[in-house]
Structure formats: structure tokens, C-alpha cells
């Protein structure tokens, strides 16, 4: 029963990472299959339907909606420019007349004999997909868009908000335990991704922000604070899509908690070289974790990715622990009784003694309130 624990983070110095990148709705690929691409490279391209804007042209001349075909002046489907004419009635000795200007740039779509009702569509929205990553196509999904892999360090954070963003690693403090301030943050910091350590507070956020930093990855962050930074409270919904310019990403949890050690060491490893991070999270079903991945140099690819395997937890192995009151605390198994234990609750489950790092305190602790960080 060594595997009755939750499924950890992954901080993985060599691996092989797959990415699908689809569009919205159909469209055109425009990469090969094995052809190689950079993150910024467009792979995938569409176009969403303009805005609709309805305009009631039998009610603007005040005439009657089957009366409007020979008033007409455009037809449908004819592209239309902003004050163009589209009715106009013929007036009183050709004085007096009322007319209908187009309130957009678009396309006349229909009009209605039935409500007097003109639909007018605004011009299509052009979406694009990136690569997010440098890699291969490993396989095309037909006018919808790729699966790419690329071999890459790849670690994995407990929560985050904001978007893609690709950017060079920025170590800016010296330990994993060193809390990230407003005088670690200036202008080398733009356009790059920072790495702090144990926590940050908002006003270096918000410096951060302001200074033009790409993304932040930090061990811990206030709860209280991800309101200020989005506009409103964070519920169980998926993160990812907040309009904030800088892409925040905790390794750890909420409040000051140590990032762990191997985790600061990978990221350390890979100062100055470009990163593509997202901060998308969802924490209930179909758990989705921010993300870190670093494309490795040709020299170090082509020496064979390790294949990547969830190990059971042991003596030694590393955890976080994800439940009150320690939530966010790493430690060490110490012993994995095989004996259920009753809990508080009255419940029976499978413990595991648990050597907390920061407080150096020995605990026993149900395995479900663990996750394991899994590392090479």
C-alpha cells in the first residue's frame, strides 16, 4: 500500500514533454509532420466570426419590413465600411429622404422581410496558435493543430495565475529560503522570468509588474493578495486566463514556505536561458498544474531523455504536505507503518512518519495529505 498517496509535482531535470496545440475551431496547420519550430512559431491559424450588430432598418425609415428590398442599396453579403449607405427611401419629390448608414466596418449578413431586421457582422477575428515551445511536430491534428516534443527540464508549481509567456531565467535572490523584495526587482528584471525564494510579497509583485518581468516563480504568496492582482476572488474555477501582464507561479503554497531545494537548484542551473511558463491551474477534477518547462541545448537533447515513472513512496523520499494544519511544509519519510491508524476523526487510514524540514519536528501523517515531489 506504499502508493496511497497523492500523485506529486514533478521537478525533472531531463524529460520528454508533449504539448497539443489546437485552435478554437477548424482552421489551417501550416507545419509538416517531424518539421522542427521555435515557441514563437505560428503552427496553427483560423478565424473566429466578427462581432454581431443588429439594426433595425424598417423601424430607422419608418417603413413597413416588406416594403425594404426595393429600398435596399447594399445586398446580402456585400462588405460594408463604416457610414456607408446600406436603405435609403426615395422621399417627397426626391427631398426629404431617410436613410440607413452602416455603424461598422463588416458585411452585410441578412435582412428580414419579417422584423425589418438587418444583421451586419463585424470582420472576422484572425486567432493564431504558437508552438509555446521549441521541438518537433510529432503529429498533425487535422485543420485543427499539432502535438509537439521537445526533450526539457520540466517542473511543475502548486498554483499559479496568467498566461503563456517565454522569457530567460532571472535568478534574483542568492537561497531558496530568501524572501523576494522591491530591491531585488529592476531593470535587468525586465522581460525576463524571476525566480525568488521563499515568498513575496504584492508591492514586489506589483513592482515587478510595473518594471515589465515576464513571470514570477516564487515559493509562496498570500492568498489575500491573488484578488489584488486579478480583480477578484480565486474560487475552484481554472486559472490561466487572468488579463495581468506578468504570469505569477508558486512552487509551494500560500505564505512563506521555502522553495525546495532541488527545485531552486534546476532553475538555478538554467539562468539566462529562455523558458516557457503558464500559470494555469485548476485544483479539483482534472488537475491542472502552472508549469516551467526549459527546451535543453542540442548537446544535452541528444543524449537520450530518461523515461519518466511515478515511484512508490519510501524511507527518504521527499513530500509536501497538503493538508491543515501543515499545508505546504516539505519533509522526509521517515517510516511507513503497515498497521492502519486511527486518526482524529475516527477514520482508519495509512500513515506515514513524516520529518518536517522547517520545523524540525517528527510527525505521523494520513499518506493522502502528502504528494509526493517527484524528481530524476
Wanted: aromatic share 4%; glycine share 10%.
Amino acid at each position: 500500500m506504499a502508493h496511497a498517496y497523492t500523485p506529486g509535482l514533478k521537478v525533472l531535470a531531463h524529460t520528454l514533454v508533449e504539448k497539443v496545440r489546437r485552435l478554437p475551431l477548424k482552421g489551417k496547420v501550416l507545419v509538416s509532420e517531424k518539421d522542427r519550430v521555435k515557441a514563437e512559431d505560428v503552427v496553427a491559424t483560423t478565424d473566429l466570426p466578427g462581432n454581431i450588430h443588429p439594426v433595425n432598418i424598417a423601424n430607422l425609415l419608418n417603413v413597413e419590413a416588406e416594403d425594404l428590398p426595393e429600398l435596399l442599396l447594399k445586398k446580402n453579403g456585400d462588405v460594408l465600411k463604416k457610414g456607408d449607405l446600406i436603405a435609403e427611401t426615395k422621399g417627397l419629390f426626391g427631398f426629404f429622404k431617410a436613410s440607413v448608414k452602416s455603424p461598422i466596418d463588416g458585411t452585410l449578413e441578412n435582412v428580414s422581410t419579417v422584423t425589418g431586421q438587418a444583421i451586419l457582422r463585424e470582420a472576422p477575428i484572425p486567432v493564431s496558435v504558437n508552438a509555446y515551445i521549441n521541438g518537433a511536430v510529432s503529429s498533425i491534428i487535422p485543420e485543427e493543430g499539432v502535438q509537439i516534443e521537445s526533450e526539457a527540464a520540466f517542473i511543475q508549481g502548486i498554483f499559479g495565475v496568467g498566461g503563456e509567456q517565454r522569457a530567460p531565467i532571472k535568478i534574483a535572490v542568492s537561497h531558496p529560503d530568501e524572501v523576494l523584495e522591491p530591491r531585488h526587482i529592476d531593470e535587468s528584471c525586465r522581460g525576463s522570468i524571476v525566480i525568488g525564494g521563499s515568498y513575496m510579497t504584492y508591492e514586489t509583485f506589483k513592482k515587478a509588474m510595473d518594471t515589465g518581468v515576464k513571470g514570477i516563480v516564487v515559493g509562496g504568496f498570500d492568498y489575500s493578495d491573488i484578488k489584488k492582482i486579478v480583480g477578484y476572488d480565486i474560487g475552484v474555477a481554472i486559472t490561466g486566463q487572468e488579463d495581468i501582464s506578468c504570469t505569477l507561479i508558486l512552487t509551494e503554497g500560500f505564505s512563506r514556505i521555502h522553495m525546495a531545494e532541488q527545485t531552486f537548484k534546476l532553475l538555478k542551473a538554467h539562468e539566462g536561458h529562455l523558458a516557457s511558463i503558464n500559470g494555469a491551474t485548476q485544483i479539483r477534477a482534472g488537475v491542472i498544474r502552472p508549469e516551467i518547462i526549459i527546451t535543453l541545448s542540442d548537446d544535452l537533447a541528444g543524449k537520450g531523455a530518461p523515461k519518466h515513472k511515478i515511484r512508490s513512496m519510501d524511507k527518504g523520499t521527499v513530500v509536501r504536505i497538503i493538508r491543515h494544519p501543515y499545508f505546504g511544509l516539505l519533509g522526509e519519510v521517515t517510516s511507513l507503518p503497515h498497521e492502519l491508524q486511527v486518526l482524529e476523526s475516527g477514520s482508519l487510514a495509512r500513515v506515514a512518519g513524516i520529518h518536517i524540514y522547517e520545523l524540525d519536528k517528527e510527525v505521523m501523517l494520513p499518506r493522502a495529505n502528502l504528494e509526493m515531489i517527484e524528481t530524476e
